[in-house]
């Protein structure tokens, strides 16, 4: 089955900076690719996702690129605000018919200090 | 207005009790899901149902059984409640195969 791994766990930036978080998968067939992020004791909440024949896409402070030949895809956040701070988990599918069984990482705990 | 709703927020019970969990959404879709975060916050896929068909079955006890009676409903049910069933619980929906939705998630803790 799939796998994904996401990197870092924990991430510390400064007001203003950019955040990148990185996932690699196995499934050389997923073809959906969205991020997710967690505010403490709250729900999971999209916030951008990409295809697979797409290799990049943005979205205001957030981008999120695609490289389906290294399997790995990867979240930006340019001029991070406070309010960024959260968990963000990347998750991968293969996309057909009437399921999406999303794979999601491990996680990384985004801190925006001021 | 709420899209995916989830009751109970809370649910705290004692080992060997069993309980269920419902979830609901006001979406439209036509398939829902239930996942499990444990303490780590790791996320994992437990069912998935379309139009009521059970079409994604993880390994998961046989102590949980899910049901869907109807596209908008799916229910989770747990027999002989043990400690390592204490996580969130979430149910999700989506137009299948694409995006899927979270409900607000549903804390279990098993003493």
């Known amino acids: 089955g799939e796998n994904v791994e996401q990197h870092p766990s924990t991430l510390s930036v400064q007001e203003g900076d950019s955040a990148v978080i990185k996932c690699t998968y196995s499934d050389s067939a997923s073809n959906y690719f969205p991020w997710y992020k967690q505010e403490l004791g709250k729900r999971p909440q999209l916030i951008i996702d990409?295809?697979?024949?797409?290799g990049e896409k943005k979205d205001q402070r957030i981008a999120v690129t695609l490289n389906k030949t290294a399997k790995h895809f990867s979240l930006h956040i340019t001029e991070t605000q406070p309010e960024d701070s959260a968990v963000y988990f990347c998750?991968?599918?293969?996309?057909?018919?009437?399921?999406?069984?999303?794979?999601f990482g491990t996680g990384t705990r985004l801190q925006v200090t001021l | 207005d709420t899209a995916v709703s989830q009751t109970p927020k809370y649910l705290v019970t004692q080992m060997g009790n069993d309980k269920s969990i419902k979830c609901e959404q006001n979406l439209g879709h036509d398939t829902m899901y239930w996942y499990k975060q444990d303490s780590k916050k790791f996320l994992k896929i437990m069912f998935s149902y379309n139009n009521k068909e059970l079409i994604i079955n993880e390994t998961v006890p046989n102590r949980f059984s899910p049901k869907s009676p109807d596209k908008a409903h799916l229910n989770l049910h747990i027999n002989s409640l043990e400690l390592g069933d204490s996580a969130v619980y979430f149910c999700?929906?989506?137009?299948?195969?694409?995006?899927?939705?979270f409900g607000p998630g549903t804390r279990l803790t098993v003493l």
């Open positions: 990409i295809r697979s024949n797409v």
């Open positions: 998750a991968a599918s293969r996309n057909s018919g009437t399921a999406s069984k999303l794979t």
């Open positions: 999700a929906s989506s137009q299948a195969p694409d995006t899927q939705y």
